[in-house]
Nanobody
Framework: QVQLVESGGGLVQAGGSLRLSCAAS????????LGWFRQAPGKEREFVAA????????QYADSVKGRFTISRDSAKSTLYLQMNSLKADDTAVYYC????????????????????WGQGTQVSVSS
């Protein structure tokens, strides 16, 4: 089992920045690949970014490439999402997810590949 708890969401003006964190506990952090998804009001949840359990491979949705950076700190068992140049379209609930069964697979952009989910953190961008 892996428990995931997100934090760092909030209200920010367009063009601003936020950093989301996801604290992981339970199973060995290094055995799990991790990702961020988001769900805007009235829309389906969508992939944002992922980082392989090796800490080397990263993947981004086209809509956030060049603006968002995903990273993981094994010493702190924490996943991060640095979000810069935020737009109103980035407004959503952001979810952290962990892939154990498919932890060695790449890429990891589909929801069924993930076994564990956090409760989500709200990000609101005002235009």
């Amino acid at each position: 089992q892996v428990q995931l708890v997100e934090s760092g969401g909030g209200l920010v003006q367009a063009g601003g920045s936020l950093r989301l964190s996801c604290a992981a506990s339970g199973r060995t952090f290094g055995s799990v690949s991790l990702g961020w998804f988001r769900q805007a009001p009235g829309k389906e949840r969508e992939f944002v970014a992922a980082v392989h359990r090796n800490g080397i491979y990263t993947q981004y949705a086209d809509s956030v490439k060049g603006r968002f950076t995903i990273s993981r700190d094994s010493a702190k068992s924490t996943l991060y999402l640095q979000m810069n140049s935020l737009k109103a379209d980035d407004t959503a609930v952001y979810y952290c997810a962990g892939a154990l069964k498919y932890g060695s697979v790449w890429p990891l952009s589909r929801e069924p590949q993930y076994d564990y989910w956090g409760q989500g953190t709200q990000v609101s961008v005002s235009s």
